[in-house]
């Protein structure tokens, strides 16, 4: 049997000014909507954690999960009534670091900043 290393996934998500104070909120909404849709053995096998990383603001939100659960993640994040963006998806923390910095630096030259439109907010 040969071992191998498993694969994650960072993902970065942005979020409302309404929800950055209470980012536990957004694991235990995907949690609850993986569950319903995937089980929860594949919720444990997707291994989904928020990251915390130094010198990213209040509103990006960084998850990791498996690789091959990428797509289920995906769909549920998709499929919860919050209003977040996912601004990107890298294989490497440095990667996504970058990616979020330059978004960031778009919105803030776009001085509208991000509107989120929901039907019944």
Avoid: H, W
């Amino acid at each position: 049997m040969t071992l191998s290393k498993k694969k994650y996934r960072y993902v970065g998500i942005y979020l409302s000014d309404r929800l950055s104070s209470n980012r536990s909120a957004i694991l235990e909404e995907l949690s609850e909507r993986y569950l319903g849709l995937f089980g929860s053995i594949d919720y444990s096998k997707a291994n989904i954690r928020i990251i915390k990383i130094n010198n990213v603001p209040n509103t990006i939100v960084i998850l990791k999960c498996r690789l091959e659960s990428l797509t289920n993640t995906l769909i549920s994040l998709g499929l919860i009534e919050l209003e977040l963006m996912v601004v990107s998806i890298s294989g490497t923390l440095k990667q996504l670091k970058k990616k979020i910095f330059d978004f960031l630096k778009y919105v803030s030259e776009n001085q509208k900043g991000l509107k989120f439109n929901l039907k019944d907010s």
